[in-house]
């Protein structure tokens, strides 16, 4: 029988992105007492009493970065993604990104890289064995150059890098920069998909939702605008439709999603002057 390991989860004694976040979507990773409280639900709840869609919010993103990740595999071939800050798997049964990624292209490498020991535990016990061609690293998304050599991605070929709502943590005037030493390594053809929480678009309070999580303790977080978005993709072509709220990128009158307030965009990795 396979040993578990101790449960990450104990160790946590204040809010954290990922148990707050996964909290939102019905998590349980991270809702372990300690010292008698309950910092990351007291911080998920403080955000959802400001921003009661924030739940929807969270799994239309996951629709998003699958979508993207579709894009890049079938129709551009990219065989290796990095996911950096995945948080905890999403709860309920939903795929992980290498679920979604292998069952388009099972060979696919998808590395999982995330500065938090508690989803980094998660993850390994979790993820990491299901397959070779999944791994997880430990690297911190401010020291762009270190955490691509960690991942250990072949960066000759395309890779697709995921960011969803992590870039978040860093102020405009950080993440700007750190955008720009993740994106000048890629190769050709690489996708870089990005989702950030909304600011300006809709009439929605969703600043005050992050500051209420600070305020409780949880790492400060920023929404973004859509032309600071458009200065985290920059250098990049943007892919269609561009940058819209994650709902827009969804729409399929099939399977429609409520309007949310994340922005996403994809940017793909032309030539040195490509402008599209
Ligand atoms: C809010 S969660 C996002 C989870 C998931 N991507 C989503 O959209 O639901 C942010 C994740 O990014 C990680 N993170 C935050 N800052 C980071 C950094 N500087 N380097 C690496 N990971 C970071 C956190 O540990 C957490 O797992």
């Known amino acids: 029988m396979q040993q578990r390991t101790e449960n990450p989860v104990a160790m946590l004694s204040g809010p954290t992105a990922a148990g707050a976040w996964s909290l939102l979507t019905g998590g349980q990773d991270c809702v372990a007492p300690h010292a008698g409280r309950d910092p990351s639900r007291e911080a998920a709840a403080a955000a959802v009493e400001i921003l009661p869609g924030l739940g929807e919010a969270v799994r239309a993103t996951e629709k998003f970065v699958a979508r993207a990740l579709r894009r890049a595999l079938e129709q551009v071939g ?27 292209a099972p060979q696919v490498r998808v590395v999982y890289v995330d500065s938090d020991p508690a989803v980094l535990a998660c993850l390994r016990e979790r993820c990491g064995r299901d397959a070779e061609a999944v791994s997880v690293v430990e690297a911190d998304l401010r020291r762009p150059a270190e955490l691509l050599a960690a991942s250990g991605v ?8 995921v960011l969803a709502n992590v870039l978040t943590f860093l102020p405009l005037e950080a993440a700007v920069p750190v955008m720009q030493d993740l994106i000048a390594p890629l190769a050709l053809g690489s996708h870089v998909i990005v989702a950030e929480p909304m600011a300006g678009l809709l009439d929605e309070p969703v600043q005050a939702a992050l500051n209420a999580m600070a305020a409780r303790g949880a790492p400060a977080a920023y929404a973004r605008t859509r032309p600071q978005m458009l200065e985290l993709l920059a250098g990049l072509v943007l892919l269609e439709p561009g940058v819209y709220p994650v709902s827009f990128c969804l729409q399929d009158p099939l399977a429609p999603v409520p309007m949310v307030p994340v922005l996403g965009g994809v940017g793909w990795r032309g030539w040195d002057g490509w402008s599209p």
Not at 154 to 161: E, I
């Open 154 to 161: 072949d960066l000759g070929q395309p890779v697709a890098v």
């Open 78 to 104: 990219v065989r290796q993604v990095v996911h950096i800050g995945p948080g905890f798997p999403p709860p309920g049964g939903r795929p992980c990104t290498h679920h979604l990624v292998h069952a388009h």
